[in-house]
């Protein structure tokens, strides 16, 4: 999953950082296309975070059970206990010995 962030975090930036690093270089030239280019390496870069929510959605069970816990709609999910945290409970009888010692 984290590799798969990294590549689409670096896909989305990449173009922007480029253009970028050739403006501080004086080696970008203002032209109609290369304004649009600029533009769309802009958007480029602000999807990635629109993104992001998405993959993890994906690819991450854990963000999945998270996310459900935090929003959701309608009647809340009854809650589930683990087998490891129930107890068995004995009662007493009146002599002090209890049920499952009458047994």
Not at 79 to 87: K, V, Y
């Amino acid at each position: 999953m984290v590799v798969v962030v990294v590549l689409v975090f670096a896909f989305c930036w990449c173009p922007i950082q480029v253009i970028l690093l050739l403006k501080s270089l004086k080696l970008y030239g203002l032209t109609h296309a290369s304004i649009i280019f600029q533009i769309v390496s802009h958007v480029l870069a602000y999807t990635n975070s629109c993104i992001n929510p998405v993959l993890y959605a994906f690819l991450s069970d854990n963000f999945r059970k998270a996310f459900r816990k935090v929003v959701w709609c309608g009647k809340p999910p009854a809650p589930t206990i683990p087998p490891a945290a129930q107890t068995k409970t004995t009662r007493t009888t009146g002599n002090g010995t209890s049920n499952a010692d009458a047994l």
